[in-house]
């Protein structure tokens, strides 16, 4: 049974609905950056580290500048801040259709896909190198914290 509005929680759980949110969210992330499968074929070094990272930041960079593109191309003014756990940067967009606002917003998941696609369909390309490593875990951490979001800690849906 869907409530219409939600229950209301007391400032104490509200930190404690809070802080289990950070917990899963920290858990997420050291199953998935667990240094044996993320650096697989590299010594785990201060580089191979480094190289890991900024796979994740490219992916991230590409998945934001999808939505920059997407936004320029439907003529759609957004204005970009910081984000959270989720979204590290975020936006907001002014007055927009129904379709624009699909194109701008589900251009940085497509252009995760394609990137997923690319590198695992082009043979030149390592999959066991820290940096492609990065990407990868990025594209599959990000669309996870969109769902946890949306669904269990509803954070954007407010």
């Given at each position: 049974m869907a409530y219409k509005n939600p229950p209301s929680f007391t400032p104490g759980r509200?930190?404690?609905?809070?802080t289990?949110?950070?917990l899963l969210v920290v858990a997420l992330f050291a199953l998935l950056l667990h240094p044996a499968p993320a650096f697989a074929?590299?010594?785990l070094t201060s580089l191979s580290v480094f190289?890991?990272?900024a796979g994740m930041a490219s992916a991230a960079v590409i998945h934001e500048g999808a939505h920059a593109v997407a936004a320029k191309v439907t003529d759609t003014s957004i204005s970009w801040e910081a984000g959270n756990y989720n979204q590290p940067i975020a936006f907001t967009t002014g007055e927009m259709s129904t379709?624009?606002?699909f194109a701008v917003y589900s251009a940085?998941?497509?252009?995760?896909?394609?990137?997923?696609?690319?590198i695992l369909d082009v043979d030149r390309i390592d999959k066991n190198d820290a940096f492609v490593r990065g990407m990868m875990a990025w594209n599959i951490v990000n669309p996870i914290l969109y769902a946890l979001d949306y669904c269990v800690f509803r954070r954007s849906n407010q």
């Open positions: 509200r930190r404690l609905l809070a289990a949110e950070s074929d590299e010594d190289k890991f990272f379709s624009q606002g940085g998941l497509l252009a995760q896909a394609a990137t997923a696609e690319i």
